[in-house]
Each structure stands twice: as structure tokens, then as C-alpha cells.
């Protein structure tokens, strides 16, 4: 597919939905493609943040790559939070316990995202819908955590109506705590998330070719 038609199904996802297309950014997974890749798939085409799930494949990118911004989207440890000050935005905060490891941590307040297991799949990660306000709560209380949305990852079945309801559900939660960023959708269903209130969709395999 490549990177300028994942761009025109965005825009006409976000026009059908009504929405500004300005209002949808594009994260290019690119985990698992060298730096070579990358250049020519994504960053021949503009400057889009880059997202990568695990620390030690990003950090030698993050070197070859001084030009590209990273955003880290994949389940974070706690002895790892010492190199989020790498990125401009972890998608992926599911706890307390890893934001406190934050606050210790890091040199400089990092923006995140509060990754809500929506599906409630026992083996996905993120905090329950249920869990979510007290987790905010607590957030509130750490100087160098900005919480600016919330996160999910749909689960994998093809029927469009449970994706809807997922990314539905998600919008819903960051409109009750007035949080205006939402990532949800990937290569198989960023439309539909777009169309549900997406402002970050994480797309790797349809940028390289890989669908």
C-alpha cells in the first residue's frame, strides 16, 4: 500500500466522519525495519514520529535517525522508564507503579497515554474502564507525568460492529475526562477508529508493504 495511500485513506476517513483530516496524525510503526527502511518509506514523505514497543531495537534508531521525533507504543517495564525521556510521547501507561517509576526517573516531564484494555482481553495489556478514573486521580498527583489522552489496541476479529463499539467506548471515556488525544487504530482498522474519534492511528504493516 504505502505510506501516500495510508495518507488518502485517512483524509477520507476523517472527511466521511466529518472531521478534519488535519485532525488525524499518522505514527509510523516501524518496528522491526532499519533505519534505511524508514527513510524511504516514511521519512521521504514528511516528518512523522516514528513508533517503536521495544526500547532496545529504538535506541540505536533514535541515534541513526536524529532527524525523526519517537513515540514509544508498546508495553513499558519499570527498569526501562530511565530512557522515556528519549521519546516525545509513550503511548502505553497501564499503571502507577510504572508511572511512578517515571516521576523518578525522568529528567523532564514526559506526555503519555493511558493505555484502557476496552476489549477486556485477559492477555492485552492496560487498565480495566473501570479502573481508569482512580488511575487519573493518582496521576494528577506526579509532576513529570502529563497525561493528554488515552490508548487501546482493538481486538483482532473482523467484524466492524465490535471495532466500532471498542473505539466508540474509548472516545467516550476521553470525553468524560476531558482528554483530547485518543490512539486507537492499526493498519487492519484505522478507518473505523477515525471515524470513532481517532486522533493517532498506529500504522506499520500498510506503510511497508506488509497487507
Not at 499518522?26 to 516514511?42: D, F, M, N, Y
Not at 529504538?58 to 526501562?80: D, M
Not at 516525545?88 to 510504572?98: D, G, K, Q, T
Not at 487498565?127 to 494528577?140: D, M, S
Request: charged share 30%; aromatic share 4%.
Amino acid at each position: 500500500m504505502g505510506l501516500p495511500e495510508v495518507l488518502a485513506r485517512i483524509e477520507r476517513a476523517a472527511r466521511r466522519a466529518g472531521r478534519d483530516p488535519a485532525g488525524v496524525r499518522l505514527v509510523a510503526v516501524t518496528k522491526g525495519h532499519s533505519p534505511e527502511a524508514i527513510r524511504e518509506k516514511v521519512l521521504a514523505y514528511g516528518d512523522f514520529p516514528l513508533g517503536e514497543s521495544r526500547v532496545q531495537e529504538a535506541l540505536p534508531k533514535i541515534e541513526a535517525l536524529p532527524e525523526a521525533t519517537f513515540h514509544f507504543i508498546g508495553p513499558l517495564q519499570r527498569n526501562k522508564a530511565k530512557f522515556m525521556h528519549r521519546f516525545l510521547l509513550l503511548h502505553s501507561l497501564e499503571s502507577l507503579r510504572v508511572a511512578e517509576a517515571l516521576e523518578r526517573r525522568l529528567p523532564r516531564p514526559l506526555d503519555v497515554l493511558v493505555e484502557v484494555n476496552v476489549g477486556r482481553e485477559p492477555q492485552k495489556h492496560g487498565v480495566l474502564p473501570e479502573a481508569l478514573p482512580e488511575l487519573l486521580e493518582r496521576l494528577k498527583e506526579l509532576s513529570r507525568v502529563r497525561v493528554l489522552g488515552l490508548m487501546t489496541v482493538a481486538p483482532r476479529v473482523r467484524d466492524p460492529d465490535r471495532l466500532r463499539a471498542v473505539f466508540a467506548e474509548l472516545s467516550r471515556l476521553a470525553d468524560r475526562y476531558n482528554l483530547p488525544e485518543r490512539s486507537m487504530g492499526m493498519s487492519e482498522d484505522f478507518e473505523l477508529a477515525i471515524e470513532e474519534g481517532s486522533t493517532l492511528v498506529r500504522v506499520g504493516r500498510a506503510i511497508f508493504d506488509e497487507l
